[in-house]
């Protein structure tokens, strides 16, 4: 049974930091495609960021292009959202996800498995 397991959301002010963690268990994940999704009250879920697995290629939504960094550290199954210059507007539950399907791919529906989520608040 795959687990992920959110961490590091919080509340910070405009043009702060925030590094966010998810804690992936119960399988191999070295074909696996890992994502942040992110969804605001009354929003869909928006596509944020994915890594492949192995070798490490990303993909970013272009609303966080050069402020948020998507990385994997494969010896502790733990990917990371580096968040820079946060705005207001990136507000939101951010959701880890991952997809089998070995593609870097912005829609939710293409996601097996998905943690429980952690709340970015950024203040103004």
């Known amino acids: 049974q795959v687990q992920l397991v959110e961490s590091g959301g919080g509340l910070v002010q405009a043009g702060g930091s925030l590094r966010l963690s998810c804690a992936a268990s119960g399988r191999t994940f070295w074909s696996y495609v890992m994502a942040w999704f992110r969804q605001a009250p009354g929003n869909e879920r928006e596509f944020v960021a994915a890594i492949l697995w192995s070798g490490g290629r990303t993909y970013y939504a272009d609303s966080v292009k050069g402020r948020f960094t998507i990385s994997r550290d494969t010896a502790k199954n733990t990917v990371y959202l580096q968040m820079n210059s946060l705005k207001p507007e990136d507000t939101a539950v951010y959701y880890c996800?991952?997809?089998?399907?070995?593609?870097?791919?912005?829609?939710?529906?293409?996601?097996?498995?998905w943690g429980q989520g952690t709340q970015v608040t950024v203040s103004s």
């Open positions: 996800a991952g997809s089998s399907r070995g593609a870097l791919v912005p829609t939710p529906l293409m996601y097996d498995y």
